[in-house]
C-alpha cells in the first residue's frame, strides 16, 4: 500500500535555528497538509496546499512557517526562527480529491531546546 | 464550542467486550466523517470512513446521526491490539477537518 514518507522521523534543533521538514506524498493525492500534535494534545490543523498555492492557514502558521513544493515531490515545511513551543510531532497528510479521507506520515518529532 | 468533542476515556475493557464510542459535532454543514485509530507517538491511522446508512468493517460499526450530529463506533469482541486512542474527524467543508481530542482505550487481558 503507498505511503506518505516524511524525513526525519526526529529533528532536534535548537531556539532560533531554522528547520526544514520533508514530506513525500503519494504519488496521485493532490492536496497536502501539515498538521501537529503536541504531546499528549489533540492534533491541530497548520496549512493546507492545493495546486502549487495555500488554500487555508490556521493562526499557528504566522510568518515563521512556511510552505513549499519545489520540485513536485516533496512537500515541505518550514519553520524559520524556532521556539521552545514548536516542539511537536509534525504530521504530514495528503488526500486524493474532495471527500476523500487523509493519509497520514509517519510524523517528525521536533524537539527544540 | 468545540467542532468536534470526544469523551476523553480512559475505557478499560476487558477482552472481548463490546466499547462504542461516541463523538459530537457542531457544524451541520458538515460533509464527511471518520474514525481514526492513533498509537502512543505514532501517526493516525484511517480506521474507517463513515457512510450515512452506517456501515459495518469486521468487528468495527460505524453510525452517523446527522439529526443529532453525532458519530458512533462500536467495537464487538475487543481484541489486545484494540488499546489505542480513536479519533473521531469531521471534513466541514471541501479542505477544513476538525479533529476530536481523541478517545483513550484499553483492552485488558
Known amino acids: 500500500e503507498p505511503e506518505v514518507t516524511q524525513t526525519p522521523s526526529h529533528q532536534v534543533t535548537q531556539m532560533g535555528q531554522e528547520v526544514i521538514l520533508r514530506c513525500v506524498p503519494i504519488?496521485?493525492?493532490?492536496?497536502f497538509y501539515w498538521y501537529r500534535q503536541i504531546l499528549g494534545q489533540k492534533v491541530e490543523f497548520l496549512v493546507s496546499?492545493?495546486?502549487?498555492?495555500?488554500?487555508?492557514k490556521s493562526e499557528i502558521f504566522d510568518d515563521q512557517f512556511s510552505v513549499e513544493r519545489p520540485d513536485g515531490s516533496n512537500f515541505t515545511l518550514k519553520i524559520r526562527s524556532t521556539k521552545l513551543e514548536d516542539s511537536a510531532m509534525y504530521f504530514c497528510?495528503?488526500?486524493?480529491?474532495?471527500?476523500?479521507?487523509?493519509?497520514f506520515g509517519n510524523g517528525t518529532r521536533l524537539t527544540v531546546t | 464550542r468545540k467542532e468536534v468533542e470526544q469523551d476523553p476515556g480512559p475505557f478499560n475493557v476487558p477482552e472481548g467486550a463490546t466499547v462504542a464510542f461516541n463523538c459530537t459535532y457542531s457544524n451541520s454543514a458538515s460533509q464527511s466523517f471518520f474514525w481514526y485509530r492513533q498509537d502512543c507517538r505514532k501517526e493516525p491511522k484511517l480506521l474507517m470512513s463513515v457512510y450515512s446508512s452506517g456501515n459495518e468493517d469486521g468487528r468495527f460499526t460505524a453510525q452517523l446521526n446527522r439529526a443529532s450530529q453525532y458519530i458512533s463506533l462500536l467495537i464487538r469482541d475487543s481484541k489486545l491490539s484494540d488499546s489505542a486512542t480513536y479519533l473521531c474527524?469531521?471534513?466541514?467543508?471541501?479542505?477544513?477537518?476538525?479533529f476530536g481530542t481523541g478517545t483513550s482505550l484499553t483492552v485488558i487481558p
Open positions: 497528510a495528503t488526500r486524493t480529491g474532495v471527500n476523500s479521507p487523509l493519509h
Open positions: 504519488s496521485n493525492h493532490l492536496y
Open positions: 474527524v469531521v471534513m466541514v467543508t471541501g479542505n477544513q477537518f476538525y
Open positions: 496546499f492545493y495546486n502549487n498555492e495555500i488554500s487555508e
